[in-house]
């Protein structure tokens, strides 16, 4: 038998807001179109997910969940002047997209994270993020039927 916790009220917050924000996304996409083209995936995603939060929310109002202890900070945890290093790495990004094209954007701000994240190899600040830019902006070309900018040509 396992011990009775309290209930997380936060956590069961949390699950409505995520079932009901689920269930309106559902709802919407029923009402834009039912065809079977439109409804292949997300009413299964849906009930599957639903599924998922109703067995957690269960699981948290009879206290079988443990409380969460947060750990103590890791002597290697990356200073507070990181997040907003990421996120202006993200604003950059944002917009050398649109100007510069989005591969070029995509590498420079994937070198620049691992450079930030204490990435010192050279080859792998250049392989990694020129292999996932080009292969990112590939299937994006693909997939997405409006252009794209980007500063290599893709088929």
């Excluded at 995603?45 to 109002?61: E, F, I, N, P």
């Amino acid at each position: 038998m396992t011990a009775r916790h309290p209930v997380a009220w936060g956590h069961v917050a949390l699950i409505g807001m995520l079932a009901a924000g689920i269930v309106l996304y559902l709802w919407d996409t029923v009402a834009a179109s039912q065809s079977v083209a439109n409804l292949i995936l997300v009413p299964a995603v849906s009930v599957l997910t639903l599924t998922l939060l109703a067995v957690v929310l269960v699981r948290a109002l009879a206290g079988r969940d443990p409380p969460i202890e947060r750990p103590l900070k890791a002597d290697d945890d990356a200073p507070a002047w990181h997040t907003a290093a990421y996120l202006v790495l993200l604003t950059l990004f944002v917009v050398l997209a649109e100007v510069a094209g989005f591969d070029l954007a995509t590498f420079l701000f994937i070198a620049a994270a691992l450079a930030l994240k204490g990435e010192r190899h050279p080859a792998v600040l250049v392989a990694y993020p020129l292999a996932f830019a080009v292969f990112c902006t590939w299937a994006f070309k693909a997939m997405i039927p409006y252009p794209m900018p980007a500063l290599l040509p893709y088929p």
